[in-house]
Structure formats: C-alpha cells, structure tokens
C-alpha cells in the first residue's frame, strides 16, 4: 500500500513539472468586433484596406509603413497580386509575406470570418513582451504597436462541381506582429482543435486529385539588384509537408504547443528569421482521475498584465491585477449567479491547471451573496473570441477557513453552467490570505477559484522546467524614471517602481495635471448607430470637452452629427459623464477619476434603453496628452437607440452612481431617468440602465491607497441637440464622495462643495470651517486667487528643462525641446548633440570639429578663410590682425591661377590706425556712406546716396519708422560674399516710396520682369522674358492651367542659398512649351547629357561626358546589370570638390570584377589594411598600419567578449574636454577584472567613498565623505525610510551634465534629519539666503544677497502684493527714461503702457498730437497717424485680465422683447428697450467671453444668432440666443484684426472688415464659401453694413490721408465712393430703413449725417457727438456707443435731441451695437 501511495506521488510529481497543455480557443489573443477588429469581407480572393502604421515596422532589414490582411492566410507588407500569382506556389514569394497559413481560403457564404486591427493597447502589449522574453531571453523589446490578424473557421477553396457536398473541416489560427523602434516580431497561434485542413487543392488541377500542402514562414520578396533588376530575397519555412503542419498546434518554440514565436525583422544587421529556441511539446495526460492542475506557463499566472513596459514578477500573496483591458472582455457587465461545484479530479495540493494566458475571472460585486455557494466556486481562463465568457468567482475575501486536506474530495459530477448573457465583462477580486491561516508546505493557499497557489519564492535562481526567475529583472527607476510624467517623481519598492506626481499636480504618475487649472479634451467620434431601424454612420467627427476643474463642470460638444441621430443621441449623456468623472468636484473623502487612470484607460460601456430594450455600445480610448498637455480620447459608438422626434427636448434628472475600485479596473451600474417632450406626443418618460468598467494602467509595486467604492452625484445635467450647427452637447456637474456622504437633511455647505465661491476658474477653492474658503490659484497660475494668471515658467527659471533644452511656456505648465544643434536622445528627454560634421558643411579645404551644439570649421595651414570659404595663404603678419583687417585683406583681391586681382564693384571696409572699423564707411564703387558700430555692423538710418552730405556718425541714432516687409526683403538680399565678391544672380525687390512692393518687379541679373500683389507674391501669367516687353500690371489676373511635373520641378530648384549666394551645380530640369520633360536633358554647370522618359527619370546607359556628343534619346533602352552594394559605394564617394580641388583623405573601397567587396580592403592615404565581409563591414581586429603588413583575410574571425555596462559606464565618461583640458570633477567608475562593478567606489576629485550594487547603484547610507574611512560594503543593506519631497528634490539636482562636466550654479537643497526642508536656504555658489515653507517654496521678502546677514525665519510671513515681471512696454520705457538721462523732454517719445504692462493702443509723442496706432507688440499701424487734436480712433488687441470670477462659458437667458446687443470687451450685454426708451433696471450680461475683445457684433432675425468678432482671439463666432446655448467659432484662421461685422439675412451671408491686411471678405454663415470682396484701394476699414433688401454693402475707411464711405454690391460689383469730403474718423456707419438713408456718426467732425444711397441729400442730423464708435437704427432713433462716455447714447432723428443714456457699471470701452427684434423687420 504505501508503495502504492508513493509510486502515485512520485506520478504527480513528475506531472506537475512537466506537464504542458496546448493552447485553446479561447487562450490566443483577444479579437472579434467587440475588440476593435475589422472584419474582412467574405470572399475567395480578398484583400484588406490598408492598415497604416503610425510608425514604421521592420521586416527582414527593410521599413513599411503598411500591411494588407489576406483572405488566403497571410499578411504582406504591399498589396497583393491576384492569388493565382502566389497560392499555389511554395516560398520565396515575389512581395513580402508573413504567412501563419498560405493555402487556398475560402470565406464565401459565411464560411468563417477574417478579424484584423492594429492596437496600441498596454495589456496585450506586455504579453506579447512576455512572450519574445521567454522565447529570447537576452533580447531588449519593448512593443509600441502590434497587428493581430485571426482567421475563425475559415474552409480551403473547394469546387462544386467537384463533391456533392462542402466539407465541413474548418481551420482557426492567429498571427501578431509587434515591433518597436528597433525589432519585430511574429506569434503564430494554433488552438488545439483549430487545424482541421492541412492543404488545399489547385484550381487549375484538371481532375488530378492532388492536394498542396499549406506554407508557414516568411519571405522578404524580390530585393532590388544593382540598379536595374531584381532577385529573390531571402525567405524562412516552418513546415514542409503534412505532418510538420499537423505538429503546429501539437508542439510549439515557446514552451506552449500551438504557440510559435520569430525574430522577423530589425533596423539593425537582419540576414534571415530567428525562432525561439524554448521547446514545448503536448504531453500525453494523467490517468483519469489522477490530472494534476498546476500552471506551467509562470509568465501568465492567475493574472493579467497591467503594468506595459515593465517585468512582470511572479506575484506574491495578495498580489492582484486584473484582466479587463478591451482586447480582453465584452463592455457589459451583467449580475448573475452560478452555482459552482469544486474541480473533477483535482488533487489535494495543487492548483487548478491554469491555461495558456489564462486570468482570474471578475465578478461585479465584492460582496458575496450566496453564502450557500461559496465553497468551491469554479476558476475559468479569460475569454478571447467574440463569444466566450467566463463564470464568476466570489470575493476569496468572504471565504470561510479552508478546509482539512482530507475533506477536499474529487467530485464525480462536472460543474452545471448557468447561461450567462451574450456579452459578459471580467471582474477579479484579490487573493487574501487569513492572517490566522496556517501555511504547510503541502498545503499551498487557496487560490481564488478553489484550488491552490504555487508559491514562487524569490530566490537569486529559481528554475524550474519552464519558470525563470530573478530579483534582479525588476524595473527601477535608475532605468525607467523617464517613463514618469516630467511633474511627478519616481520610487523603487521591491517589486518595481512607480511614479508619482509631485505636489501641486494630480494624476497617476505617468501623466500630471496642474492642480485646479482647467482642462480640454480632444478627440474623434466613430461607430455606426442605428436609430429605429435606419444605420447612421458617424466618421471621426470631432469631440470638444471643457472642463472647469474646480467646480466640477464638464462641457462635451460632438460636432457634425447627422440630424436623424443627433436628436436621438441626447439623451446619451453618458458619452460626456467620463468627463465629469476624471475631474469631478472631490468631496473630503473623494477622489477624482484622473487621479486613477491617468490619461491613458478604456472605457467600455453598454447602454440598455427601456421600454425597447435597444443596446448601445460606447467604447473610450484615451490616448495620453498631447503637446498642449490636453488629453486625447477616441470614442466609437455601435449599436441601437430609441427614436426622437426632430424638435425634442429633453431633460435628464440628476443621479448618484457608485463607482467600484480595483487595481486596473473601475466599475458601475446605474438606471437612469430621462423625459422627453415633443410636439406630437407630449412629455414621456423613459429609462436606461448603464453599465461599464474602465480599465487603466496600474502600478502594482508600491501601496494600495486607493478608494473601494465611490459615489458619483451629478447635480445638473443639460443636453441639446443644435440642428442649424448639426452640434450635440453635453453638460454636466459633478460631485465625488465617499458612498452615503452627502445627507438629505439642508445644511450649510461650505462654497467649495456648494459651487458658490468666487474664484478664478484656474484656481482651486481651499475650504475652511464653516463657511469660510480660500481661493489659491492653481499649479502653473499666480494671483490672489479670484484672478490668476499664467506663470511663464520659461521666463521665470522655474521650469524642469535640462542641458541644451528650449523652454516652451503652456497655461499652467511647460514643455521642452532641444536647442539648435541637439535632438532628443531615445528617452526622449535628454538632448544629444548632432554631429553636424557628417553632413561635410564645412570647405575642402577645411577641417571640421564638431563641439556641443555646434561646429567649427578651420582651414587648412596652407589656406586662409573662415573655414567656408578657404584660400591659398599668400603672406603672414607679425601681429595678429583685428576683425576689421582680417575683413579689409580678404577683400583687396581674389585669386587667380596668375595671383592676386581686383574685385570690381567690391566694399573694402576702412579700418583706423588701431585696426578698428571707422565709424563712416564708404563704398568705393557706387558711392553711397553710412555708419556702423564697433562690429562694422551698418547703423539704421544712416545710409545716404553719393550726391548727399555723408551723416555725422558721432551723434546718436534717430528714431524712424519700422521697416516694411518689402524692405525687410530688399535689405536682408546678400549681394556680396563675406568676402567681398559681388554675388551675380542674387533677385533684389523694388520698394516705392512708402516702402511697399513695386507692382513690376525686375531681375538685375537675367532681364526676367512680372507683376506682383501687396505681398510680394509672384502673379501667375505675368512674367516675360528679356526683350518680350514689361507685363501690364494693371490688367486683372488671368486664369491659366495647372503647372505640370517638370514645372513644378523646376520651379522647385534651389538656385540661391538662404543667405542669397547663387548654388553652383544645381540641375534645373528642361521642360517643352507643354510643360513636359524634354526628352534630352544636360546639366548647366558639370556638362553631362542624358535621355530621360515621361517622368523625367533617367533612362539607363543614356548619360554622356561633356565633349563625348550628346545620346540618341529616340534608341530604345539597353538592360544593363545592375550596379552591386560596393559599386554604388566606391561610385557615391565624392573624390573632388565642386570647384574641382581633389578632396584628400576620402576612402574609395575596392570591387572585383563581379561588383563584390574585395575581402582586403586598403586606404590610399592612410596606408591601412584590413579585412572586410560580403558586406564591405571591416572585421573586428584586421586592421594593420602601415608598414606592418597585410592581414590575412582567410584566417576566421576571433570572437571577443563584449564590453560590461561598467566598462561601458567607465569609457563614455569624458575627462577631457574637445580643447583638450582634463575635466575636474568627473567620476570614473571602477570594475574589476570580469567588467562588473566593483562594491567599493570611491570618487578621484572630492575623495567621497560609498558602495553599490551589481547595477553600479550607490546603496544608501554607505556613502563616507574624505577622512571619515571606507564603508563595509559586506554589510546587508538596511531597510530604510522612504525619501521625503525635499530628499527627492536633494537627489534630483544634476550637479554634472550628461558629458561629465560640473554645473556650476546648480542649487541644492538642504534637508533636516527627517527629510524635510530646513527653514533657512542658502545657494552655496551665490551667496544668496532665504526662507522656505514646508514644501520648499521660498516666503516672500526673505531672500538676502551675501553680506547681508541671514533672514529670520521665525517671523511670521508677510505677503507682499503679487509681483509681476516687467512687459515690454515697460522695459522700453524704462530704457528711454535712462536714454534721456532720466528727464525727458515734452517733445522727446516715451512709450504708454496700461495697468498690465500693455502698450495702449494709442500711443503719441510727448504731449503733442501727434500719436498714431500700436498692435500688441508696439508696432505702429500703418495709416494711422496723426496731427489732429482729435486722437485716432485705435482698438486694444490685448484682452484686459479677467477682474471678477468667469461665470459660464454659455448663454445666460436673455430679455424677451426688443433690446440691443453692445460689446463691452470680454462681454456682450444686452439692454431692453420699452419702445424707444432703454430700460436700465433690466441690462444684463448676455455672454461672457474671457480673454476676447469683441468690437464687430450684429444680429440674426431669422434664426435668433448673434455674431460678433474678437480681435484679441482673430476669430469670428456665434451664438444662439438661448438659455445654455455655447458659442461656436465659425472662423478662426487668417483673420487678424477682424472689426466691423454684417449680416445679410436675405442672402444668408456675413460680411466683415479686415483693418490689418486692409481687406473685406465674406463667408456664409456657417463660415463656409469665405472668399475675398476687395482688398485694394483700402487703409483703415472700419464699420460695414448691408441692405439686403438691395444687396448693397457700405463701409467707412477711417485712413487719416483720406478718409471715405463706400459702396458696392453684395458680389464685389459696382465699387464706388459714396462721401469722401467733409469727414474725419467715420467710425460708425447704420442704414435708416425708412428714410433709405446711409447715416454716419464721425469722432473726428463731431457729427451725425445722412445721405441718400445715391450720394444726394446730405444732412447733419447732430454736430456735436463726442467719441461715437458704432451705431444702429431702429424706430426713428440712433443708439450709439461713445467711448467718451463708455455707454450708449440714444439720439432722435426727428428732433436732433438725445433722449436716452445707459453707462454701465463697469466702466469701458463699448465697441458695436446692435438690435435684436423678436421678427425681422
């Protein structure tokens, strides 16, 4: 008996460590629609669309960029040729194939079904990194994209003619590729069952029964060969006859059967395809009765892989991540229960067999229900196919004590399944052990489904049959920190790192928001609806979402959706609630969603309506944040949704829903109530119930601090469907707390919560007791709270860019990039330097040096230049020559074969006594004089022609206006060499006068002369040739066709540099009359003629020297052999400059008469030899120096051991710098004999001594400073206190740049015993002291320079006002003051600034009258000057700050009845009007627009719009005039200083002024057709109006020269001037409907006229306005706004007398007015 017993244990021994299961069904990867696929359509010969790879993927050593799905069992990098081409054929293949079956597949009349996608997803990434790690241990992998392809029950082509009936033998495989930056790899997956056709026969067999069997490999297709031809390339088989197709799925290269795994391509060396070399046969099972159930695929045990990009460690107890990920589960998550019975046949002791990338199952409820149930429940594996799902299993937490050994009995009965829905989601519970639970060495803990766990002890070499394990493969943070968000910091924990984010920030740690500031969401919407029974498609339109953070306010606009689905659509707000959830208003014991998941997870979610049980699928993929910091999120819809009547509205009632927490994984179920009231049936109500999980990457290292369960209150929630803008919109406010938080009972609740305080909406409100709350601007803001502004961290010094980067500010934060000269390194953050040398920029003659950044070029000893340009040396001076000197000799002559000669027409600077530049210089040749400074650098303004008196160069500059483009382009033409050559060639713009582009514009050089608008721009048809005559530039522009190839080409050529120098050698291409490549084509500068053909490529063999006569180009094409590797190398190495000089030094390698590399290789300068491959790669150790003979290339290759990464550390550390100094202060580590580190390090500069581990990490606390003895670095490591914030900030100064040098200045924080900041900070290389708070951020007023003592930082901190930088107003001003020797003079010009720091828009000199315009930037506004008493009517286009809390970003309600619309700035308000009277008490702000300018406003009648310009945004926008209703921006590009606006209701058309570029454009009034009405003849356009009851437009030009009234058609036509005596600043312009009067109020003549369209009938109807600015008519009154007053001013046309005056109580500037009528009039 007991050796019975012992024969039995020894059988589950032996099978529990060798047992290997093949894979099933439901084990390959995830797909099916559920999982994104695209279905291909069925069929005998199909081909995928094209899958576009957003990065490159490598095959064999080639790159593509797309892959095609074929129904014939492959993928191909090209599209394929028709199948005949290929499906009978064996390998190689003529296109590259990747082909996990090759046979002839049939998918017709639903004979199985083709899934395929490309996925980005961190879950089935990690395991497909899992997979290549076992499979190649040592390789460095890390996919960022990989390409599922299944084909599911797919049949072999069979004739019909053939069988009387179809076979029902049907095939399921899979193939991944993943791939990085660097390799590629392919999976190939065989279910046990899903091989049941193992080739297929020929169509073209001709009643030959014979059978093809499949092709499983690779083949990279024909590679080019030479030049003109074309072999086959190399190729991989797996099988070669029926049974190697049958051992597929029986055995396996990864330990899996059915499971194969290839290295398949790399940027690097790539030959042929590698297989892993694991084995993993299926083995023959246990007796009945006797199965042993334990996983032997360790890399995926009883969980998931929630951490991409990392290691994954067998888990310990306790350890937990789950399996939701959307290529791993359906979006619905059903309740049921399932009565679960233990394991047939499992034994005592071991776990349940866990299958091939099996996973704990989920449940929706942590609480267990059936207590009667619960003792065995059922573990199942994690589905992969579209209809697979699991049973769930109970919280193990709930579980009572396991049970004795002996009670454990087989059960004689399988499991009786429940049915479960179709589309079931996966939820896992946590493994917890009991704390009194004991732990026997045979009896492993219970595993969640019943079973038991195998414990993976972490010892240094664990191994068993297929589990490899070692503590020294986890991720830290040393390695990996750049993973981390640059806002949050990195901690190691014995299982891995995880990041962090830093204070003032939120998130997970792999992305970091500043707190409180608010955020935006961009994205696409896709996915097919059915509404009723009509399919809607919705193809990537775009998602807008505005989140006020503060307050919990998510804003969602979806935009071009369909009106039969936008009504439909509303009531799904559930769309825009993932908003409102990751940044919810958090409660004391709430947590927002972002705080989770980061900007990274995937929202499944399934929305059940009822009565009519229609089911909608939502699936969100968030996608990170993109270079604003704004998230992206990608949404795809898919299902049915009730009907909505066109018209309806409907109101959703707010909820409370309860979130559930897991590691990887949220969950919730709600119902929902919504009413919908329509015209036809009333008011309904209705339901739905919601249903989703979100699933996020997790980090499972570090402590679980995380919520269980969460209450979601969403207070208000407002839908609403704009059928005229085709835009559904969602809005919601949002609440998070603990579950039960909140209480029925009223109560006080303190403003934060409430949503009733008045801060900034980038603020966050800090609650207190009671009532009382403090604003604090948020991360990236500063300002008291109730108005914050951006801190520009760039200016500031307060950014987190390293060496070599460039600041960008962004609101709240701030992004890096490298500085010219650097690129980021694969970290993506570190900036390398580019080694511009490779790209030879410097002269033959030269030598170049690359430096940090840049380069240097320095001549040859025998050649004198700058390195750029050399020259023979043709004498030496004793003293070194001056800058002036060097610049004068190089340019007194050129050289010629015969010597020095004279430059004609060159300047020769003059230089003084001492060698320095004379302050006048004078050209020799054309006469001309000017100033320059020390640097001979020419002095603005000084240039005088040869007939006027030279500038007295010792006075100081005089101020002039700005420079034109025109002249900015004229002056910055070089025309002369920085030697002096006069540079032939160079095209010189003509300016007139004023400084604006000459209409007829001419060559110098060729005689070429056309015609060209303001801009400078070339005007097509208008050039003509030497002696063809000069173009007529008045004439209109004419119509002519397209450009063709070779024009475009060349056109396209290069012929000057971007400093002007004419580029020799450049090939411009001959085109015919037609504009077609001529047949002969010869190069201008080296001679050579060639044949080309229609495309203007070269045809082969064609090409002739110069002098050798020009080729027949009507001879047909000769085949050549194609050139090899070598000949295009030696042929590609360029041996003479090109101006002729040999260039010495360049290596030309040797071919032998086949083309091939020569195996001896030998420099013809240096002497050297060596030994070279098949592929010219000189062999390590061949080479020899000159005179010590040559190598024998027959002798093998010696291989020698690679560098260690200590040696590696050791040789990268730069200890002398390219001058060659020794660097002081670099640390070189030391290694011992076998390249590892040595234990000990000690640093040669500062004598400092610590040890490290076997990764060269200092191990803490062993560092010893110099005189204080070596540490024992055999001591164990003791455990320590985590590092606080201020050791994080200590340790994270770089006190040494990435090439070893010391940065000095670097400040480094000093931390108490404890960790935390010490109070009193001092800079050890400034000097400089202050005081910090307790998260190290220094208290104003405390900072002392040296020598000024210490700051006491016991006092109490004072907070001095917000100090903001100086503007660039006020550093210009603050220079002149200097200038003017602090007292200017009344005349002298000083510019204004406003209380920002802002230039006013009006700027004047001194006290006089004489002022002018300024844009943002000080540049004055051309034709706006003035003398006039009257000052120029100039607008700001900076938005003032904001001074008061920003309400909602949507229309307030507005008055009913008749009332105007003014713009005041940031604001648009709206003042009734009882009859013609303003009524006061009832003026509101309509809308708030923060950060706008709004000047152009005017009215809609029909639709009830307004449509207003911002100036400080350059946009044109919208709004309906309705409660709720958001604006909407119709134009936002090439607008910049939109002002007037009109609206033509007939026509259904807008019109607008354009004062800047002097233009007047229209556009419908969707922002569509825009095109250009006049922009000539224009100054400063100002105010426009439009009858549509004629078509007629009118607009007012305000230029100070010659102000004017115009009119014209609607269509441009009919342009005439209207008034143009007697005005002065025509600022606003209105059409009396009754009398058909044009009116104008002028703030120049003071006066308000009329006239008749007609130009008769002027009248003054008032004379003494004060500043009117924009005016409109209605009931026999002009209302007018007056910048005088700041209000509107009503004024009666009859009697000439004001009746009216409205001053609001914020006092501006108002801009345009208008009237809103309730019908048009």
């Not at 069925?42 to 074929?70: C, I, M």
């Not at 115009?1606 to 005596?1621: A, C, Q, T, Y």
């Amino acid at each position: 008996m007991a050796r019975g017993i012992l024969t039995i244990f020894l059988l589950q021994l032996s099978w529990t460590v060798h047992l290997v299961t093949a894979i099933q069904r439901k084990d390959i990867f995830p797909y099916g629609t559920p999982n994104g696929d695209f279905i291909l359509q069925n069929g005998d010969d199909e081909t995928s669309k094209v899958l576009a790879l957003k990065r490159p993927l490598y095959f064999y050593e080639a790159q593509f960029n797309e892959l095609y799905v074929a129904t014939n069992g492959i993928i191909s990098a090209q599209d394929l040729p028709m199948e005949k081409q290929y499906v009978d054929d064996g390998f190689p293949t003529d296109f590259p194939v990747i082909a996990p079956f090759l046979s002839d597949i049939d998918t017709s009349k639903g004979k199985g079904a083709i899934y395929y996608r490309v996925t980005e997803s961190p879950t089935l990434l990690n395991r497909v990194a899992h997979e290549v790690h076992r499979g190649f241990p040592d390789a460095r992998f890390t996919p960022t994209h990989a390409i599922i392809a299944t084909w599911e029950n797919v049949a072999a082509y069979e004739e019909i003619a053939r069988d009387a009936g179809q076979s029902d033998r049907l095939n399921t495989f899979q193939a991944v590729v993943a791939y990085d930056e660097n390799n590629s790899y392919a999976i190939f997956l065989y279910p046990e069952d899903g091989l049941q056709f193992f080739g297929t026969r020929p169509k073209e067999s001709y009643n030959v029964e014979i059978e093809l069997p499949a092709r499983v490999g690779f083949s990279r297709g024909e590679v080019a060969f030479l030049i003109f031809s074309r072999v086959e390339g190399p190729y991989y088989s797996v099988t070669n006859n029926e049974q190697s197709l049958k051992n597929l799925y029986q055995v396996g290269n990864t330990g899996v059967p059915g499971v194969w795994l290839f290295h398949i391509g790399s940027r690097y060396s790539f030959q042929n395809v590698v297989p892993a070399s694991t084995g993993g046969a299926l083995a023959t099972p246990p007796p009945r009765g006797l199965e042993t159930y334990e996983s032997t695929t360790a890399e995926y045990p009883e969980a998931e892989y929630t951490a991409p990009f990392e290691e994954e460690e067998e888990l310990e107890e306790g350890d937990y991540s789950p399996i939701t990920d959307p290529d791993f589960h359906s979006p619905a998550i059903p309740e049921f229960h399932v009565n679960s019975h233990p394991d047939r046949g499992a034994l005592p002791g071991h776990a349940r067999l866990q299958p091939y990338g099996g996973d704990l199952p989920l449940t929706s409820n942590p609480q267990y229900r059936d207590h009667d149930n619960i003792d065995t429940p059922t573990l199942v594996s994690g589905p992969s196919g579209p209809a697979e799902y699991p049973d769930r299993v109970p919280d193990p937490r709930n579980r009572p004590h396991p049970p004795p050994l002996e009670e454990v009995q087989p059960q004689a009965e399988a499991p009786q399944a429940v049915p479960r829905p179709e589309h079931t989601a996966l939820e896992v519970f946590p493994y917890t052990r009991e704390e009194n639970s004991p732990r026997l060495e045979s009896s492993p803990p219970l595993a969640p489904g019943g079973g038991h766990i195998v414990d993976v002890v972490e010892e240094e070499n664990f191994e068993t049959g297929v589990i490899r394990y070692s503590t020294e493969t986890k991720r830290t943070c040393a390695v990996f920190q750049q993973q981390c968000s640059q806002n949050a910091y990195c901690t190691d924990y014995p299982a891995g790192f995880c990041c962090h984010c830093r204070t003032g920030f939120y998130g997970n740690g792999w992305q970091c928001l500043p707190d409180g500031a608010p955020h935006r969401v961009n994205g696409k919407v896709s996915g097919t609806v059915i509404v009723g029974s009509t399919p809607v498609y919705l193809n990537s339109v775009d998602l807008h979402a505005y989140i006020v953070v503060s307050d919990g306010r998510a804003y969602t606009a979806i935009s071009e959706v369909p009106e039969n689905v936008g009504w439909a659509l509303m009531p799904v707000a559930p769309i825009g609630e993932i908003f409102g959830w990751l940044f919810a208003m958090e409660l004391p014991s709430g947590q927002a969603g972002f705080k989770i998941t980061g900007a990274e997870f995937t929202r499944h979610a399934e929305v059940t309506f009822y009565p009519g049980n229609q089911k909608l699928t939502i699936v969100q993929t968030a996608q990170g944040l993109n270079s604003d910091n704004y998230m992206t999120v990608d949404t795809r819809l898919h299902g049915n949704v009730p009907f909505i009547a066109a018209g309806s509205t409907v109101q959703v009632e707010p909820y409370k829903d309860t979130y559930q927490y897991y590691p990887s994984v949220v969950t919730s179920a709600s119902v929902r109530e919504f009413t919908v009231v329509s015209a036809e049936r009333g008011s309904e109500t209705f339901t739905f119930q919601l249903r989703q999980n979100i699933t996020y990457r997790d980090c499972h290292h570090g402590p679980r601090t995380g919520p269980e369960t969460l209450q979601l209150t969403t207070e208000r929630v407002f839908v609403m469907y704009v059928r005229d803008e085709n835009i559904l919109r969602y809005a919601i406010t949002n609440k998070i707390s603990s579950v039960g938080e909140e209480t029925s009972e009223p109560v006080l609740v303190n403003p934060c919560y409430a949503g009733t305080h008045d801060c900034d909406t980038t603020a966050q409100c800090l609650p207190g007791e009671g009532q009382q709350y403090l604003c604090q601007c948020a991360t990236g803001y500063r300002g008291d709270g109730r108005n914050c502004y951006d801190v520009d961290e760039c200016v500031e010094g307060l950014s987190q860019c390293g060496p070599h980067t460039q600041c960008v500010n962004l609101p709240g934060t701030h992004s890096c990039h490298c500085q010219a000269g650097y690129e980021f390194g694969f970290d993506g953050r570190t900036c390398l330097d580019i080694d511009e040398c490779r790209s030879q920029p410097c002269h033959p003659q030269a030598t170049c040096t690359n430096t940090l950044g840049s380069f240097q070029c320095q001549c040859q000893p025998t050649f004198q230049g700058d390195g750029f340009q050399c020259f023979p040396s043709d004498e030496k001076t004793d003293r070194p020559k001056t800058q002036c000197e060097q610049h004068r000799d190089s340019l007194k002559g050129g050289f010629s074969p015969r010597g020095p000669r004279p430059v004609p027409g060159g300047f020769v600077p003059q230089c003084d006594e001492q060698g320095q530049y004379r302050a006048l210089q004078c050209h020799g040749s054309t006469g001309h004089c000017w100033c320059v400074d020390s640097r001979g650098q020419e002095r603005a303004g000084t240039r005088t022609p040869p007939s006027a008196p030279p500038t007295n160069c010792e006075k100081t500059d005089h101020r002039e206006r700005p420079k034109t483009d025109c002249e900015h382009h004229r002056d910055s033409v070089q025309t002369t060499s920085p030697e002096g050559y006069p540079i032939v060639g160079a095209f010189v713009p003509q300016c007139d006068e004023h400084g604006q582009y000459r209409d007829l514009q001419c060559h110098g050089s060729t005689g070429h002369c056309w015609c060209v608008d303001n801009r400078g721009q070339e005007r097509a048809g208008t050039r003509k040739a030497p002696g063809a005559g000069q173009p007529n530039c008045n004439e209109p522009d004419h119509r002519e066709r397209p450009k063709t190839d070779c024009e475009h080409h060349r056109d396209s050529v290069q012929t000057t540099s971007p400093e002007g120098y004419p580029i020799v050698g450049a090939f411009v291409p001959q085109c015919d009359e037609h504009g077609q490549y001529r047949d002969l084509q010869c190069h201008g500068s080296t001679g050579h003629c060639w044949c080309v053909d229609n495309r203007g490529q070269e045809r082969a063999g064609t090409r002739k020297a110069p002098g050798a006569g020009q080729p027949n180009c009507n001879e047909p094409d000769h085949r050549e052999r194609p050139k090899t590797d070598c000949e295009h190398h030696r042929d590609s190495v360029q041996t003479t400059s090109p101006e002729g000089y040999p260039i010495v030094g360049a290596f030309v390698p040797q071919c032998d008469e086949h083309g091939q590399y020569r195996d001896l290789q030998c420099h013809g300068s240096t002497g050297h030899c060596w030994c070279v491959d098949n592929r010219g790669q000189e062999r390590a150790g061949t080479r020899k120096a000159p005179g010590a003979g040559q190598p024998n290339c027959n002798e093998p290759d010696h291989r020698e051991r690679p560098k260690t990464d200590c040696e590696h550390h050791r040789d990268s550390v730069q200890t002398t710098s390219p001058e060659g100094y020794p660097i002081v202060g670099a640390f070189v580590p030391q290694c011992d004999e076998h390249g590892q580190y040595r234990d000990l390090q000690c640093h040669g500069s500062t004598g400092h001594c610590w040890c490290v581990d076997n990764r060269g990490q200092e191990r803490a606390g062993t560092r010893k400073a110099p005189g204080a003895g070596q540490p024992n670095c055999n001591e164990p490591d003791h455990r320590e206190r985590p590092k606080t914030d201020c050791e994080h900030h200590r340790d994270s100064v770089q006190t040494t740049s990435p090439e070893g040098y010391p940065i000095v200045g670097a400040f480094v924080p000093q931390c108490d015993e404890h960790g935390q900041y010490r109070d009193l900070q001092c800079h050890g290389s400034t000097g400089h002291c202050w005081c910090v708070d307790n998260r190290g951020q220094e208290r104003a007023g405390t900072r002392k320079a040296p020598g000024a003592g210490q700051p006491n930082c016991n006092e109490p901190e004072v907070l001095p006002p917000t100090q903001r930088p100086d503007t660039v107003c006020e550093r210009w001003r603050a220079s002149l003051v200097d200038h003017y020797g602090g007292k200017p003079e009344p005349q002298h010009y000083l510019p204004q600034c406003d209380r920002e720091g802002q230039f006013n828009p009006v700027q004047c000199y001194g006290d006089s009258s004489y002022c002018w315009c300024v844009d943002r930037d000080g540049r004055e506004v051309a034709g706006t000057r003035s003398h006039d008493v009257v000052k120029p009517a100039c607008i700001p286009t900076v938005a003032p700050p904001t001074m008061h809390p920003l309400p909602r970003p949507d229309m307030t309600p507005p008055p009913s009845g008749t009332f105007l619309l003014y713009a005041q700035g940031q604001q648009i308000g709206a003042l009734p009007l009882k009859g013609t009277h303003m009524d006061l008490e009832r003026s509101s702000t309509l809308l708030a627009l923060h950060g706008s300018i709004v000047v152009g406003i005017d009215y809609d009648c029909r639709e009830g719009k307004v449509y207003w310009t911002d100036l400080a945004g350059r946009t044109i926008n919208r709004a309906k005039m309705e409660p709720g209703a958001e604006p909407e921006t119709l134009i936002n590009t090439g607008l910049t200083s939109p002002e007037g606006l009109a609206v033509d209701v007939q026509r259904r058309a807008m019109f607008w002024v354009d004062s800047t570029p002097d233009k007047i454009e229209r556009a419908n009034l969707d922002g569509s057709g825009r095109k250009t009405i006049f922009d000539t003849d224009l100054v400063n356009p100002r105010a426009i109006i439009v009858d549509s009851s004629t078509g007629t437009l009118y607009w007012t030009d305000w230029n100070r020269e010659a102000p004017k009234i115009e009119s014209s058609s609607v269509d441009g036509h009919n342009r005439k001037v209207l008034v143009k005596d007697g005005i002065g600043l025509p600022n606003a312009l209105t059409f009396d409907t009754v009398m058909r009067h044009v009116c104008w109020a002028d703030a120049g003549t003071k006066r308000l006229e009329c006239i008749a369209s007609d130009g008769t009938g002027r009248r003054v109807i008032h004379s003494n306005l004060n500043y009117p600015f924009s005016m409109v008519f209605y009931s026999n009154h002009f209302y007018f706004t007056d910048w005088r007053r700041d209000g509107v001013i009503a004024l009666n046309r009859d009697n000439s007398q004001f009746t009216d005056e409205y001053i609001p109580d914020q006092r501006s500037h108002l801009y345009g007015v208008t009237v809103a009528t309730t019908h048009c009039l």
